[in-house]
């Protein structure tokens, strides 16, 4: 099995910045992609960030110019730098890891969620 543990939530004043960081362990032949996603209650959990296993990323175009995603290979980390962050990024933030345990068996494997609240 692969686990996933996210921290460095918490509450952060507008135009300050946050760390998160996530590490996936266990049972881990390659991992895919890395990445962070958010939900606020009632809505969709939506991408914010992703690094590929070649270091390829993707950003959601309302974090753009302000979050930076960045990733350790040994051990498995992803972190996500949030700059100038606004109250309208606060959300639970996700870690999901799309991993192969072995050659033939890919799964996606969430972290248990960590708390963002930007406010003054």
């Known amino acids: 099995q692969v686990q996933v543990v996210e921290s460095g939530g918490g509450l952060v004043q507008p135009g300050g910045s946050l760390s998160l960081s996530c590490e996936a362990s266990?049972?881990?032949?390659?991992?895919?992609?890395m990445g962070w996603y958010r939900q606020v209650s009632g809505n969709q959990r939506e991408l914010v960030a992703e690094v590929t296993s070649g270091g390829s990323t993707t950003y959601a175009d309302s974090v753009k110019g302000r979050f930076t995603i960045s990733r350790d290979y040994i051990p498995n980390r992803v972190y996500l730098q949030m700059s100038s962050p606004k109250p309208e990024d606060t959300a639970v933030y996700y870690c999901?890891?799309?991993?192969?345990?072995?050659?033939?068996?890919?799964?996606?494997?969430w972290g248990q969620g960590t708390q963002v609240t930007v406010s003054s």
């Open positions: 999901k890891v799309y991993v192969y345990s072995d050659p033939q068996t890919p799964n996606e494997v």
């Open positions: 266990g049972s881990i032949y390659h991992i895919v992609a």
